[in-house]
């Protein structure tokens, strides 16, 4: 597997990150790229994988309810009920419009998958602890960084078990973060702006918890990678604090399907390909709003000021020009920024986790974006 890192670029305001730190990451990377040059084929596991999801698009039945995102909505509707690895408590939160869950490391003030500690009762809290704030809020205080999770889907799809595994996965990197997964309201009940809205809601509650914009790394992927650069756009207009980082993952973030790769790799995309009647062709989100509008696609908005941001995008992909352009555009505009294309992969490649190579190591990516 062939993995094309295309560097970073210095911003003109202070960063959160070592550049050196940056630099350093970047330089082995290369290293890596030119150890497996030699050997450009993807891994046995990612070809089961892409030939996998071709073949099921292809279907007469399914295929099409999975390319226009039907198959991913019912899914999410069906899934069974997701616990907790042990050494974390889950917990969930109504919001007045949508709800999110917040994943915590268990310690001493939290345990036993306990829930009782997240009242502001101090009835069940232990007696050096009485009388100060709820738990929930001193957690986030004393986690240092909170990952706020936007998931992906379309813009159609509410949050899947998946994006609980992807939260286990930011909590155990170095760091002890809690994570903070929004299932945001989706098309076409509720368009946009309420997934736009409900991302900064959270954003909101974080802040009211006592967190700080430097604490706080917002992650997403496809489409809510794409509502991760909205949200930081909506977050620089109104004057608020924004992030430390953004790790994005296949971000959509052109909804007007302009890039070159919506056509060259049209027969290449596993997903996506070979029809134009998929979802990222769908208007369900934005409606009869201008799809150029920055807050519905981030790649028209300007990101002078933005955080350090780590793209990760297939090179099979259609949507591999919203990554490869906004990523351009933040270097223009003096962000810092990481891209890396690995090549062959298809959208959202990291949903193997563990299962495969390419997968594994662009979480390592992630987790060293993280550290430094």
């Not at 299962?355 to 594994?360: L, P």
């Amino acid at each position: 597997m062939n993995r094309r890192n295309l560097g970073t670029s210095s911003g003109r305001r202070e960063k959160a990150v070592d550049k050196s730190a940056m630099e350093r990451m970047v330089r082995q990377n290369r290293a890596r790229r030119k150890k497996r040059r030699k050997d450009k084929s993807i891994s046995l596991a990612a070809t089961v994988s892409k030939n996998i999801i071709a073949l099921a698009t292809s279907l007469h039945g399914i295929g099409p309810l999975i390319q226009n995102g039907t198959f991913r909505k019912r899914v999410a509707e069906i899934e069974p009920p997701w616990h907790p690895p042990r050494g974390f408590s889950l917990v969930p939160m109504e919001m007045p419009d949508f709800s999110m869950e917040l994943l915590l490391h268990q310690n001493e003030f939290f345990p036993n998958n306990s829930l009782e500690y997240l009242k502001t009762d101090d009835s069940n809290m232990p007696e050096d602890r009485a009388g100060k704030e709820d738990t929930a809020e001193r957690l986030l205080t004393e986690n240092r960084e909170v990952v706020l999770q936007l998931h992906g889907g379309g813009y159609i799809g509410k949050m899947k078990n998946a994006y609980r595994d992807f939260a286990v996965l930011y909590a155990r990197m170095p760091g002890e973060r809690a994570v903070l997964s929004v299932d945001y309201r989706v098309a076409p009940e509720d368009p946009y702006p309420a997934a736009l809205e409900d991302a900064y809601a959270a954003y909101q509650w974080l802040l009211e918890m006592g967190c700080r914009g430097s604490q706080i790394i917002v992650v997403g992927d496809s489409a809510g990678g794409g509502l991760a650069l909205a949200l930081c756009l909506y977050l620089k207009d109104k004057g608020e604090p924004l992030p430390k980082k953004l790790v994005l993952m296949s971000p959509w973030t052109d909804l007007a399907a302009t890039g070159d790769s919506y056509e060259t790799n049209f027969e290449k995309d596993p997903l996506f390909g070979n029809t134009t009647d998929s979802m990222i062709y769908s208007n369900a989100y934005y409606g009869e709003n201008d799809p150029k509008t920055p807050y519905i696609s981030p790649l028209y908005g300007n990101y002078e000021g933005f955080p350090p941001m780590l793209f990760q995008v297939g090179g099979a992909e259609m949507l591999l020009s919203d990554s490869a352009r906004a990523a351009k555009k933040a270097k223009a505009a003096g962000c810092e920024v990481q891209l890396t294309i690995y090549d062959e992969m298809f959208h959202v490649f990291q949903l193997g986790m563990k299962k495969m190579k390419e997968s594994r190591e662009a979480w390592k990516e992630i987790e060293e974006f993280l550290t430094i």
